[in-house]
């Protein structure tokens, strides 16, 4: 059976077009830092290279392989959480211990945990239809799962990752049936749990109060968000250009990362903007139809997972661009320079162009 085409182009499409921004963003940095001004790209391009190769392999691997396996990779995911904190082992970058470092690459887990509990989770529900509606023995096995894997990926610190996990998971069981009242109940307690990581962690408090008033700190807490915003800012309609950004100059920090569509909107106007958004939308509607068409109830589960945690990750990132949440250090799917996000978000549509061979 043939894969889902408009999702497969989507893909490519927006990959090429990210691999051509992180050149545009990156190449003034990586001149000064590497005195290689194509060093982020070249090693994008080479991710993209092996995401391609994995997005190919894996859409010809039968979904029913990961129910078999889901326990183990589950296991396998926990053993990487926990390596990653062992000084010596893990790598740390930008404050956080969440990678393993291979030569110049650094690889992150906690991408590749996102996926494995989706994987285990849908499991669990498509063997458990009955007991899902029960709170006590269907849901909270699987929030207390979701928790322990959350407060691991706390200790690197990575609150991004952990939310988008945290979220992905809640509506995986909504989708299976969990009653509203009780994801009221659970939002209350989740409230508590971040003012009480807000007051563990001063920096993050540091974080809201910038996202309220970045201005009252222009030049700490709240420097990414101005500088973010005077990219955005100026681009009006059609933008300043290709590689014409003003803000990539050493004034916003490393954009080719979180905060690279904040240059694509600099240098494509809002025309950029509505091409990027497009690119995305076309995306989750592909992947939404396939969770709809598919009849199997674990690759429904199993689709719907990975289609949440996608567009919570897109969401996210773009709320964080134009100052709508504080900053959460999350990456933009298909966009932002990472090799690990690439790899992990390539072979998980993988997975969904395997589902849509049997549509």
Same mark, same amino acid.
């Given at each position: 059976?043939?894969? =889902? @085409?408009? !999702?497969? *182009?989507?893909? $490519?499409?927006?990959? +090429?077009?990210? &691999?051509?921004?992180?050149? /545009?963003?990156?190449?003034?940095?990586?001149?000064?830092?590497?005195?290689?001004?194509l060093?982020?790209?070249?090693?994008?391009?080479?991710?993209?290279?092996?995401?391609?190769?994995?997005?190919?392999?894996?859409?010809?691997v039968?979904?029913?392989?990961?129910?078999?396996?889901? =326990? @183990?990779? !589950?296991l *396998?995911?926990? $053993?990487?959480?926990? +390596?990653?904190l &062992?000084?010596?082992?893990? /790598?740390?970058?930008?404050?956080?211990?969440?990678?393993?470092?291979?030569?110049?690459?650094?690889?992150?887990?906690?991408?590749?945990a996102k996926?494995?509990?989706?994987?285990?989770?849908?499991?669990?529900l498509?063997?458990?239809?009955?007991?899902?509606k029960?709170?006590?023995?269907?849901?909270l096995?699987?929030?207390?799962?979701?928790?322990?894997?959350?407060?691991? &990926?706390?200790?690197?610190?990575?609150?991004?990752?952990?939310?988008?996990?945290?979220?992905?998971?809640?509506?995986?069981?909504?989708?299976?049936?969990?009653?509203?009242k009780?994801?009221?109940?659970?939002?209350?307690?989740?409230?508590?749990?971040v003012?009480?990581l807000?007051?563990?962690?001063?920096?993050?408090?540091?974080?809201?109060?910038?996202?309220?008033?970045?201005?009252?700190?222009?030049l700490?807490?709240?420097?990414?968000?101005?500088?973010s915003?005077?990219?955005?800012?100026?681009?009006?309609?059609?933008?300043?250009?290709?590689g014409n950004?003003?803000?990539?100059?050493?004034?916003?920090?490393?954009?080719?990362?979180?905060?690279?569509?904040?240059?694509?909107?600099?240098?494509?106007?809002?025309?950029?903007?509505?091409?990027?958004?497009?690119l995305?939308?076309?995306?989750?509607?592909?992947?939404?139809?396939?969770?709809?068409?598919?009849n199997?109830?674990?690759?429904?589960?199993?689709?719907?997972?990975?289609?949440?945690?996608?567009?919570?990750?897109?969401l996210?990132?773009?709320?964080?661009?134009?100052?709508?949440?504080?900053?959460t250090?999350?990456?933009?799917?298909?966009?932002?320079?990472?090799?690990s996000?690439?790899?992990?978000?390539?072979?998980?549509?993988?997975?969904?162009?395997?589902?849509?061979?049997?549509?």
């Amino acid at each position: 059976m043939k894969i =889902n @085409k408009t !999702l497969f *182009i989507s893909i $490519i499409v927006i990959s +090429l077009f990210g &691999i051509l921004m992180i050149y /545009s963003a990156s190449h003034i940095w990586a001149e000064y830092k590497y005195g290689d001004a194509l060093k982020y790209v070249k090693n994008q391009g080479l991710f993209f290279l092996i995401g391609l190769f994995l997005m190919n392999m894996v859409s010809k691997v039968n979904y029913r392989w990961y129910y078999k396996n889901a =326990n @183990k990779i !589950l296991l *396998i995911c926990f $053993i990487l959480l926990i +390596l990653v904190l &062992i000084p010596g082992v893990g /790598s740390v970058r930008n404050g956080s211990r969440s990678w393993f470092g291979i030569g110049p690459f650094g690889i992150q887990p906690s991408e590749a945990a996102k996926l494995g509990l989706i994987i285990f989770v849908s499991k669990y529900l498509s063997n458990n239809e009955n007991e899902i509606k029960n709170i006590k023995r269907g849901v909270l096995p699987i929030l207390g799962l979701t928790l322990l894997m959350f407060f691991i &990926i706390m200790l690197q610190p990575d609150f991004g990752t952990g939310t988008i996990l945290v979220m992905a998971i809640v509506g995986l069981l909504f989708v299976g049936g969990v009653s509203i009242k009780f994801f009221l109940r659970i939002g209350l307690v989740g409230l508590l749990g971040v003012i009480g990581l807000i007051i563990a962690a001063p920096y993050r408090l540091a974080r809201i109060l910038s996202f309220v008033d970045p201005w009252k700190d222009p030049l700490g807490s709240g420097f990414q968000i101005i500088q973010s915003l005077y990219a955005i800012g100026p681009g009006g309609l059609f933008g300043m250009g290709f590689g014409n950004s003003i803000q990539k100059h050493f004034y916003l920090p490393e954009p080719q990362t979180d905060f690279i569509f904040s240059i694509i909107s600099e240098e494509f106007g809002f025309l950029g903007v509505i091409i990027v958004v497009t690119l995305f939308l076309i995306i989750i509607i592909s992947c939404f139809i396939i969770c709809t068409k598919t009849n199997n109830l674990f690759s429904k589960y199993l689709a719907f997972g990975i289609t949440f945690q996608f567009s919570f990750q897109a969401l996210l990132n773009l709320m964080v661009v134009v100052g709508l949440i504080p900053v959460t250090g999350v990456t933009l799917p298909f966009l932002s320079y990472g090799g690990s996000s690439l790899l992990i978000s390539m072979s998980s549509m993988g997975i969904l162009l395997n589902i849509s061979r049997e549509l």
